[in-house]
């Protein structure tokens, strides 16, 4: 177990390195750089600014000093806006990590629950009612369904206002953000729940006499919830870090529109500390649900 | 008769030495038995008709079908171009800006009460006065052509990767499935938009004056991506069925009664694990028109004036308000095709996999 994490998490240490490598070295072949304005500085003006930011040493070694800097926690500072970088993200982050956070919770309370259902009430109304609508889900992408959400319930109907840093309202984006998760979940949980009760262990409980809900709760369902997690460690990372979609869509000022935003401006800094921020996050949920998911299921063997 | 086998040398023990006596002849009932009751069948043909039964992979098949036929058709028969600003008669008709739906502009009014015939716009026109059906059509040219070919690519190059990787095993095994770990790690959305923006700005140059240039920057750079990052899932697939096929029993009687590597791929391991290869080929392509969409829709797809369906639904995002149809337009098209590409793939899915059998 030990010698697995250790490994595991040498390989997310390389992830994250190879990542920021990629990013790097993409973004310097990038003709054209960031002091490259219509107005441009007058020579003088531009060397000292690429003296003050390392521009004008060889890329290799501009990396070198990058990633020292990040082991002290150093991010660096936004090209356009001189704020630190670390800021930025600091006070985008927690937009993203709310929305996200609400948006799985709901996805997998409801895709559990709706699982189950159609389950249990296999071929019956519920179960059909259910697939149809969670197929039709995962067949729309998010953009699709928040624009239209956006479109009916703020623009037609009114019901609930537009997005405001003020003011935030999260209704809408976080039903954009869990709908296609939610869908998915209920997909995966009904077939793994047809699995658990066909299973031997579930007709010994019943012939014991055991409760119609405790079979439901205790024998089937917990074996079922297994493959959901693996989906849904993943998934949490991707939400969390803020749909960039989504957030673009409501204009919420969260992580994702930063990162979509940092690159249309090509602010060299901004784009590789959210990359690294986001490749960090997701790396670390991966490696979290590969443990949880040994330690929920004993009998699966890792490597 | 009985005699003679007594009495003959028993040189080889284990030969059959059959007394002809001793067996009965099968009567008429018992010969009956042995009549072949169903056709013989082969596994395309086996699977086929599964799939055929399946009310809803058929009627996926029909759509899918009836969509590239109105792909390829509508181009020829729709006077308009996905391009150009509406003509009326050879002129120019700047009147005719975001019409609804079999609406007619003045010009093209005018032009009907002198008797000249106009072809209706179907869906409207957009903001540059272009026919909004014909922009529709080609996007779901582009948008369909994107999702095949990246499949296409990600076949190719993960079924290589993969059956080298599971057919050498051992150290090249290791060596290259930690190489896929290690990408199948990277946050892929992520990379997608890293490498679409820095591939967009480095080949403009390289291509420029050649064809390629007219396929548009942003859309060679998205098949570059998925040429480097999406083959990993396939990749393994393909790994991890040559593996598991390999050890099995019936390869293990085949290769013990003599069997060639060439006969086992042949006749074992290619149709075992044909099924679940292309299966999961069809499900790629509504993955690779989602992606195509999403990265239209941040502004990083095909280059304008040509339309992807993800483009075309960015742009509607504009005039929401007055023109909601713009929006719905293409993202009905994008639903139903991604749809039936799943139902699809389900349905060959349970029709296909040995497994599922019953």
């Known amino acids: ?303 | 008769m009985e005699s003679n086998i007594e009495n003959m040398p028993k040189k080889n023990i284990f030969s059959a030495q059959i007394d002809v006596a001793k067996f009965e002849k099968a009567t008429e009932e018992e010969k009956r038995q042995q009549d072949v009751m169903s056709e013989s069948t082969t596994f395309f043909k086996d699977g086929m008709k599964r799939l055929m039964k399946n009310p809803l992979a058929v009627g996926s098949m029909i759509f899918l079908i009836l969509i590239v036929l109105v792909i390829l058709i509508a181009p020829k028969v729709v006077p308009y171009s996905y391009s150009q600003i509406n003509t009326v008669n050879g002129v120019r008709d700047k009147g005719a800006k975001n019409m609804k739906p079999f609406e007619y502009s003045e010009l093209e009014q005018k032009y009907m009460a002198e008797g000249g015939k106009v072809f209706p716009h179907i869906m409207g026109t957009d903001e540059q006065c272009r026919d909004y059906f014909i922009r529709v059509v080609y996007g779901t040219r582009v948008s369909l052509s994107i999702g095949l070919v990246a499949s296409v690519m990600v076949l190719i190059i993960g079924l290589l990767y993969g059956s080298i990787s599971g057919y050498f095993g051992g150290r090249v095994d290791l060596v290259m499935m930690r190489i896929v770990d290690i990408i199948y790690s990277l946050p892929d959305l992520l990379m997608v938009i890293l490498l679409s923006v820095v591939l967009g700005a480095t080949i403009t140059p390289l291509i420029e004056g050649t064809s390629l240039a007219k396929i548009g920057t942003n859309l060679i750079a998205l098949f570059i991506v998925y040429a480097l990052l999406y083959w990993v899932g396939m990749a393994r697939l393909v790994r991890g069925q040559i593996l598991t096929i390999k050890s099995n029993d019936y390869v293990l009687a085949a290769r013990a009664t003599g069997a060639k590597s060439g006969r086992i791929i042949r006749k074992h391991i290619i149709p075992n694990c044909i099924s679940v290869i292309f299966i999961s080929t069809a499900l790629q392509v509504p993955s690779a028109i989602f992606t195509e969409s999403y990265l239209s829709f941040l502004g990083l797809g095909v280059s304008a004036p040509m339309p992807s369906l993800g483009s075309l639904a960015n742009y509607a995002r504009e005039g929401l308000v007055s023109y909601p149809y713009k929006l719905i337009f293409p993202a009905v098209v994008i639903i139903l095709i991604v749809l039936s590409f799943n139902l699809l793939g389900d349905g060959l899915r349970d029709a296909f996999d040995p497994k599922l059998k019953k």
């Open chain 1, 1 to 303: 177990m030990y010698r697995y994490i250790i490994k595991r998490v040498l390989l997310a240490i390389l992830t994250v390195f190879i990542v920021s490598a990629i990013t790097f070295f993409g973004m310097n072949a990038i003709p054209g750089g960031p002091f490259n304005k219509e107005k441009a500085p007058s020579a003088e003006v531009q060397a000292v600014l690429e003296a003050r930011y390392n521009l004008d040493k060889p890329v290799p070694e501009q990396f070198a000093i990058y990633l020292k800097n990040l082991m002290k926690g150093d991010m660096g500072v936004s090209l356009k806006t001189g704020r630190e970088i670390s800021t930025v993200i600091g006070e985008s982050f927690p937009i993203s990590a709310r929305l996200g956070g609400f948006a799985v919770l709901i996805a997998t309370i409801t895709g559990l629950i709706l699982g189950s259902i159609a389950a249990l009430k296999r071929n019956g109304i519920a179960d059909r009612i259910i697939i149809f609508f969670t197929t039709l889900a995962t067949a729309a992408p998010s953009f699709v369904l928040a624009t239209l959400l956006l479109y009916v319930f703020c623009i037609k109907l009114g019901w609930t206002p537009v997005w405001s840093p003020d003011e935030p309202h999260y209704l809408l984006p976080v039903i954009a953000l869990s709908l296609y998760p939610m869908a998915y979940i209920t997909r995966l949980t009904k077939t793994s729940m047809l699995d658990a009760l066909g299973q031997d262990y579930v007709r010994t409980a019943k012939a014991k006499g055991v409760a119609n809900h405790k079979v439901i709760f205790k024998h089937a369902l917990r074996n079922a919830v297994i493959p959901v997690i693996t989906y849904v460690g993943p998934m949490t990372a991707y939400t969390l870090t803020g749909s960039l979609v989504i957030e673009n869509i409501f204009t919420i000022g969260g992580l994702g529109s930063k990162f979509v935003s940092s690159i249309t401006n090509r602010d060299y800094t901004m784009i590789m500390g959210t990359t690294i921020f986001l490749a960090a996050i997701m790396v670390t949920m991966n490696l979290l649900t590969d443990i949880v998911y040994k330690i929920v299921d004993p009998r699966i063997k890792l490597d």
